[in-house]
């Protein structure tokens, strides 16, 4: 159920990824205030849904494979997070001030970017690594405990 939950997110975030692809050919076809409009929606998702989701990730999931892959790899991927957030803070500016445009559309391509290939990584590399080595009780524990994170906010 745990990693269920984590994958359903996944897909959310990949529709986000489709959204802010779309602003971007909105940006780029000169129809700057309808991009920016497609910008402000996405940020709704981006800057909720998508923290409870990494909370989940980081406050759970992580925890549980750094016992299988060492502190390394998972910090890394926290550290991506961590990138994740200054650029939809950014974004979020942007979407208020976007300028002549070209800020925000370099920022829009680095953020698709990112995500595609955070989510990939984790959809190829962690989520297999879980279901391989994860116990049916650390995945109860792990169901758990997402499901506090996601109460809580």
Known sequence: MAL??????????????????????LLRGGQAAQAVAAVKATLVFLEGEQRVHFRQEEEGLFLYLAKVTGEGPLLAMVGEHESYWKAVASLSGLSQEPGDGAELEHLLEHIVSMLKGHIEKEDTAYFPLAEEHLSPRHLKELDEEMGIIAHLG
Do not use: P
């Not at 996944?10 to 971007?24: I, M, T, Y």
């Open 4 to 25: 269920e939950l984590l994958k359903e997110g996944h897909r959310k975030a990949l529709q986000a990824v489709g959204d802010l692809e779309l602003a971007l050919r």
